[in-house]
């Protein structure tokens, strides 16, 4: 009998072993007595025997999780480098205007020259033929020179010609291109100024000229230029309408094309410009004399 439960039993198990379940019939003849722990030992070799199935396939990703709680903050990190230089920025707005600073309490020291035509070399008498050019020295400051010239057109280089002083006269002293003769003349008495431009100032006083021995009806013009012999433009013109001599018989003005002070429209400064003319050339005629020079030089004190 219990062999017979045996085969059974083995056949209830390979019966159910595709099924991978083992199922126990209760109706068969063997009793629960003889269910004893061989039958036991025999179910659990069996299903040692089962292999194991393919993995399955991988399951769908889950939902996210809620966000974390903020972690500590951390070390401070170590300082970079320098960056590049930036683009220059837009111009800022104009600052305001500052206040009135206070006077300058240094002045100048002004000296003054006197420069007489009729003693360039000590005295002379009157028509007497000197030189072509006289070189005056002021005070160890500067020389002025003094030059002849005689021209036939006045857009033409003038020649060199002699000068002749008046000096044993009693008032009208100076220098002139003519003798003794009344006719008008075809030269011209000319003044370098090139050394004096080189120490002028605009806070010092402007030099003057002084022409004298103007008789009624008698003239004489002014002209400025940058080469020597040349006329150039004419810068003043005067003529004595008057019969008194004594009212209008000396003149003394402003070298032309040096003047400072007049800063209107029609002053030096702006018809001929901040650097004025060299050369300074007086046409006259007759007698007229080119009498002196006043020069103000600003020094150190």
């Known amino acids: ?71 500590e903050k951390g070390c401070k990190g170590e300082r970079g480098e320098r960056g590049e230089r930036g683009e220059r920025g837009e111009q800022g707005e104009r600052g305001e205007r500052g206040e009135k600073g206070e006077p300058c309490q240094h002045k100048p020291c002004v000296k003054k020259y006197y420069i007489d035509f009729s003693k360039p070399s000590g005295p002379l008498c009157d028509s007497r033929e000197s030189s072509t050019k006289y070189i005056y020295k002021v005070c160890n400051q500067l020389h002025l020179t003094v030059s ?69 009806n008698e003239k004489f013009t002014v002209c400025g230029s940058n080469k020597p012999g040349f006329l150039g433009k004419q ?22 094309s040096y003047d400072t002070i007049n800063l209107s429209k029609n002053g030096d400064i702006f018809l001929y410009g901040p650097i004025p003319f060299r050369f300074i050339s007086i046409v006259s005629c007759n007698n007229i004399l080119l009498s002196s020079l006043t020069l103000h030089l600003c020094e150190s004190c």
């Open 148 to 216: 002849g010239y005689s021209i036939k057109d006045p857009t033409d280089n003038g020649l060199q010609t002699n000068l002749y002083l008046r000096t044993c006269h009693s008032t009208n002293k100076g220098i002139r291109c003519i003798k003794d003769d009344d006719s008008c003349s075809t030269s011209f008495v000319q003044i370098d100024f090139g050394d004096f431009i080189r120490l002028k100032k605009t806070s010092c006083p402007d030099p003057t000229i002084r022409i004298s021995n103007i008789y009624q």
């Open 1 to 71: 009998m219990c062999d017979n439960y045996k085969c059974d039993c083995k056949r209830d198990y390979e019966s159910d072993s595709s099924s991978n379940r083992y199922t126990h019939n209760k109706s068969r003849h063997c009793s629960g007595k003889n269910r004893d722990k061989r039958d036991y030992h025999k179910y659990q070799e069996h299903t040692s025997e089962i292999k194991r199935g393919e993995k399955g396939e991988r399951g769908e990703k889950g939902c996210e999780g809620e966000k974390g709680e903020r972690g």
């Open 235 to 256: 810068l003043y013109r005067f003529i004595n309408k008057t019969a008194d001599f004594g009212v209008l018989a000396s003149q003394e003005i402003t070298v032309p």
